[in-house]
C-alpha cells in the first residue's frame, strides 16, 4: 500500500485534511508526524491513523512516497529540499516560500529529482470553481474575498490569504497576463485593501481583498458574450444568460471539505504519486501566483506601506 506522510499537525492539517485523510486508509498508509507527543497519541486515536514519527528524519527513514507538509511558512523551504532530496514527492500548504526567487529554485530541483513539488491551492479545485472555469473564453473576472475587520501585517496578509485570491483569478482567466497593475492600502503596517489587475490582450482578471469589509465573503466570477457566471463562498453557482437567472447549490449532505477543494486535491495529488496524472497544480502556473505576489509586496515596500 502507497506511504504517505504527513509533517506538521496543526490547525490547517486538523481542519482540511486529516479527515479526508482518515476516510482513504485504505488506499493510503498514513504517518503522522510530530514533535508534540500528547497532540500526536490525540489525533491518532482520534483518526484511528496506525503510524506515527516523533520528527522529519525518522518519518524519511520509513521510506514514504510522498509527504504533506503543513508546517509554518518560515519552515517550508528547509522541509520541501530536504524531502525532495531524499527522493520524495511533497504537497505543500500555501505559499510554497515567502520568496519567489525561492519557489522558483525549489521547483527546479523538483524537476532536477523527477519528483512532484504541489502547492495546495484548494480553490481551483472547488467543484464550482472547476465548472467555473470552463466558462471560456474568459473576458473579464472578478474574484474577491472579504474579511469582517481583520488587522494583520501586510507581508503576511500578501502571502496569506492574496495568493488564494490571485491564484484563482489566474485559474479562471485561462491566460497568462501580460500586464499588470498593483495597489494596495494600509493602515499603522495593517493591509486595508489590495488589488491586482492582470491583463491580456483579449481579458482582464481583478483580484481583489478588503480586510475592512465589514462582512466575511468570496466571489468569483467570469464574463463572456454567453452570459454571467459566479460563484459564491464556494457553495453556489449562478448563471445570468439572456435575462434569465439559474442558481445551483450542493445537496446539504455534501462534506464541506469536497466543497472546498481539500477533499479533491488530495486525491488529485495521490493519482498523480502514483503516476496516474500529471501535477495537479502545475509548476509554472504556481510560480507565476508567487512572482505576483511578491510584486504586490514589492509595491507595498516601495511605497512605505508595511511599516
Not at 500528547?38 to 496506525?50: D, E, I, N, R, Y
Not at 479562471?172 to 491580456?200: E, F
Amino acid at each position: 500500500m502507497l506511504k504517505i506522510g504527513v509533517l506538521g499537525l496543526g490547525n490547517i492539517a486538523q481542519k482540511a485534511y486529516l479527515p479526508v485523510m482518515a476516510r482513504m486508509q485504505d488506499q493510503v498508509d498514513w504517518v503522522l508526524c510530530t514533535r508534540n507527543v500528547a497532540k500526536l497519541k490525540h489525533l491518532q486515536q482520534q483518526f484511528g491513523f496506525q503510524h506515527t514519527a516523533a520528527d522529519l528524519e525518522t518519518l524519511l527513514a520509513q521510506k514514504p512516497a510522498a509527504i504533506f507538509i503543513h508546517t509554518p511558512t518560515p519552515t517550508h523551504a528547509a522541509y520541501i529540499e530536504k524531502c525532495l532530496r531524499a527522493g520524495v514527492h511533497v504537497y505543500i500548504d500555501k505559499p510554497v516560500s515567502a520568496n519567489a526567487t525561492e519557489v522558483k529554485r525549489l521547483y527546479q530541483l523538483a524537476a532536477q529529482k523527477g519528483l512532484l513539488l504541489t502547492a495546495g491551492f484548494n480553490r481551483r479545485f472547488a467543484p464550482f470553481n472547476a465548472k467555473l472555469r470552463q466558462h471560456q473564453p474568459a473576458q473579464l473576472v472578478l474574484v474577491q474575498k472579504n474579511r469582517v475587520a481583520t488587522a494583520q501585517p501586510v507581508p503576511f496578509v500578501i502571502f496569506d490569504l492574496m495568493p488564494h485570491v490571485i491564484d484563482t483569478a489566474l485559474f479562471l482567466l485561462g491566460q497568462t497576463p501580460t500586464q499588470y497593475h498593483y495597489r494596495l492600502l494600509a493602515q499603522q503596517g495593517n493591509l486595508q485593501q489590495a488589488s491586482v489587475v492582470m491583463a491580456t490582450p483579449t481579458a482582464t482578471a481583478y483580484a481583489l481583498l478588503n480586510m475592512q469589509a465589514g462582512a466575511n465573503s468570496e466571489t468569483a466570477e467570469v464574463q463572456n458574450p454567453q452570459g454571467i457566471v459566479r460563484v459564491t463562498d464556494l457553495a453556489t453557482y449562478s448563471v445570468q444568460a439572456n435575462g434569465v437567472t439559474t442558481q445551483e447549490q450542493f445537496p446539504d449532505w455534501t462534506p464541506n471539505l469536497e466543497r472546498r477543494g481539500f477533499a479533491p486535491v488530495i486525491r488529485d495529488f495521490i493519482a498523480a504519486v502514483n503516476g496516474t496524472q500529471a501535477n495537479p497544480v502545475s509548476p509554472a502556473s504556481s510560480i507565476l501566483t508567487h512572482e505576483v505576489c511578491q510584486n504586490l509586496l514589492a509595491y507595498a515596500q516601495q511605497n512605505g506601506l508595511t511599516d
